[in-house]
C-alpha cells in the first residue's frame, strides 16, 4: 500500500497534538474520489481547527484543510475520471471528514468542482474559501439590487482574505470601495487592489449608536461584533450588508432601528453548504471578475511544511491576503514531531507578505 504525508489532529486524554504523518489509503475516510492535491490555502477557519481555538473538528483523527485542489487519482462516479482537475471547498471537509492538508483525499463526487476554466490550481487555491464567499457576498448584494449607482461600498477586514478578493471584485465591478483595515500601513497595498478610500477598524470597532449618519450604501463584513452593528446603523436608506464573518466576534449588539426605520437588509453569507449551482456561478464569477494580477499581488506561496505556523500565524491578523499552501515534501525533509496544538510555537514566515 502507498503512503503519504498529512497534517493529523489527534486527540488523547491529555489533549490534542498536531503534526505531520506518513499514513496509508486506509487512514481515508469513504468516498468515490480519490484525489492527489496539489494545493490547499490557509483560511482564518484553518487557523482554528490547527490551534483548536474553536471546536471546527469534531472528528478525531482529523486531516485539517478546508480547501483544497489537485488531480483524480481514481474514481467511481461517473462525473470524474483520472486525470481530471478539481476543486473543493467546505462541506465539512477538514472538520467532520478528513481534509486538505495532506497529499491524498478521498471524497464524494457531489463534493467537487470541474478546476474552473481560466484558473490555475494554484490560483484556485490563492481564491480558496475566502475568495469564493467574498464572490457570495457580492452576489447577494446584487441579488438585492444594489448597484455601484447607489453609493460607496465598505469592506471591513480588508487586509485579510475575503477583504482582499471582496476589495478587488468590488472596485472592479464599478464601485467605490471604501477599505477598512487595522493596518493602515497596507494602505498602499488596498489602493494597489482597488480601493478608493482607507478607514481606520477602529472607527467601527467600539460601541456605537442605534442609529448614524449615512455613509455607504452596502458592506461586506468578515468581521461582526460591533464592527458589523455599526456598519448596519451607518448603512443608508433601502442599503444592504452582506455578513460573512466573526474575526472580532460572534456576538451581535445591534438595534432594530436601521431595519424598520431604514429599510436595511442584512444579508446572511454561507459558503460551507451553499448549494451547487450557486457554487458554480460564483466560480463562473471568479474566473471573469477577479484582476488575475491583482490576484497575484495578494498571494502568497508556503511550503507544506509551513503550513501549521502559516495557520497559527492567521489567527494573529499578520497574514495579508491569500496564501497558497503547495503540497508536496522535499525529498530530504523527515517528518515533524508532534506538537501539543497550544504549542504556542511562534509564527514565522507568514508576516509581511
Ligand atoms: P483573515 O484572517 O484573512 O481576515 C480577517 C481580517 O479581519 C484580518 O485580516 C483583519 O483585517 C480583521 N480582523 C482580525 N481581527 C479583528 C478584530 N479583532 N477586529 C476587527 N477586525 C479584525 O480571515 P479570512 O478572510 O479567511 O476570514 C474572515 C472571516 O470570515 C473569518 O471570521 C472567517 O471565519 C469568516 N469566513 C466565513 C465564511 C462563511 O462561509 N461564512 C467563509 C470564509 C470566511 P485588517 O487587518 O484589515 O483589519
Known amino acids: 500500500m502507498s503512503t503519504f504525508k498529512a497534517v493529523v489532529i489527534e486527540k488523547t486524554e491529555a489533549g490534542q497534538s498536531i503534526g505531520f504523518q506518513q499514513v496509508g489509503d486506509d487512514f481515508l475516510m469513504d468516498g468515490d474520489v480519490t484525489v492527489r492535491v496539489t494545493h490547499s490555502t490557509v483560511n482564518y477557519k484553518d487557523g482554528l481547527a490547527v490551534t483548536g481555538k474553536s471546536p471546527v473538528v469534531r472528528r478525531f483523527p482529523m486531516i485539517p484543510g478546508i480547501d483544497f485542489a489537485g488531480i483524480v487519482i481514481d474514481s467511481a462516479s461517473p462525473d470524474y475520471k483520472a486525470g481530471d482537475?478539481?476543486?473543493?471547498?467546505?462541506?465539512?471537509?477538514?472538520?467532520?471528514?478528513?481534509?486538505?492538508?495532506?497529499?491524498?483525499?478521498?471524497?464524494?463526487?457531489?463534493?467537487?468542482?470541474?478546476?474552473?476554466?481560466?484558473?490555475?490550481?494554484?490560483?484556485?487555491?490563492?481564491?480558496?474559501t475566502a475568495g469564493y464567499t467574498a464572490m457570495l457576498a457580492v452576489m447577494a448584494l446584487e441579488k438585492h439590487g444594489m448597484t455601484p449607482a447607489d453609493g460607496p461600498v465598505v469592506v471591513t477586514g480588508a487586509a485579510g482574505g475575503v477583504g482582499s478578493v471582496a476589495v478587488t471584485l468590488l472596485s472592479r465591478l464599478g464601485w467605490h470601495v471604501i477599505a477598512s483595515t487595522g493596518r493602515t500601513g497596507e494602505a498602499e497595498y488596498l489602493k494597489h487592489l482597488g480601493a478608493a478610500e482607507i478607514m481606520d477598524r477602529a472607527e467601527?470597532?467600539?460601541?456605537?449608536?442605534?442609529?448614524?449618519?449615512?455613509?455607504?450604501?452596502?458592506?461586506?463584513?468578515?468581521?461582526?461584533?460591533?464592527?458589523?452593528?455599526?456598519?448596519?446603523?451607518?448603512?443608508?436608506?433601502?442599503?444592504?450588508?452582506?455578513?460573512?464573518?466573526?474575526?472580532?466576534?460572534?456576538?451581535?449588539?445591534?438595534?432594530?432601528a436601521p431595519f424598520i426605520l431604514r429599510g436595511i437588509a442584512l444579508l446572511g453569507i454561507d459558503s460551507v453548504m451553499c448549494p451547487v449551482a450557486k457554487r458554480r456561478e460564483a466560480w463562473r464569477?471568479?474566473?471573469?471578475?477577479?484582476?488575475?494580477?491583482?490576484?497575484?499581488?495578494?498571494?502568497?506561496?508556503?511550503?507544506?511544511?509551513?503550513?501549521?505556523?502559516?495557520?497559527?500565524?492567521?489567527?494573529?491578523?499578520?497574514?495579508?491576503?491569500?496564501?497558497?499552501?503547495?503540497i508536496g515534501w522535499p525529498a530530504s525533509s523527515s517528518i515533524e514531531t508532534r506538537q501539543p496544538v497550544r504549542g504556542g510555537v511562534r509564527p514565522r514566515g507568514a508576516s509581511g507578505h
Not at 224 to 250: D, E, F, K
Request: with cysteine; glycine share 10%; net charge neutral.
Open 85 to 128: 482537475e478539481v476543486i473543493l471547498n467546505g462541506w465539512g471537509v477538514g472538520e467532520t471528514h478528513l481534509g486538505a492538508y495532506s497529499e491524498r483525499a478521498r471524497v464524494k463526487a457531489q463534493w467537487l468542482l470541474p478546476k474552473p476554466e481560466g484558473l490555475t490550481l494554484a490560483e484556485c487555491m490563492a481564491i480558496g
Open 204 to 256: 467601527l470597532s467600539a460601541a456605537g449608536r442605534a442609529l448614524g449618519k449615512e455613509r455607504w450604501a452596502a458592506a461586506v463584513d468578515s468581521v461582526g461584533s460591533h464592527t458589523l452593528a455599526n456598519l448596519i446603523a451607518q448603512t443608508r436608506y433601502h442599503g444592504a450588508v452582506a455578513a460573512c464573518g466573526l474575526a472580532q466576534g460572534m456576538d451581535l449588539p445591534a438595534s432594530v
Open 285 to 326: 464569477r471568479l474566473s471573469i471578475d477577479l484582476d488575475r494580477t491583482k490576484l497575484g499581488a495578494m498571494t502568497t506561496h508556503v511550503a507544506f511544511a509551513d503550513v501549521l505556523d502559516t495557520a497559527r500565524a492567521i489567527l494573529d491578523g499578520t497574514v495579508r491576503g491569500r496564501v497558497v499552501v503547495d
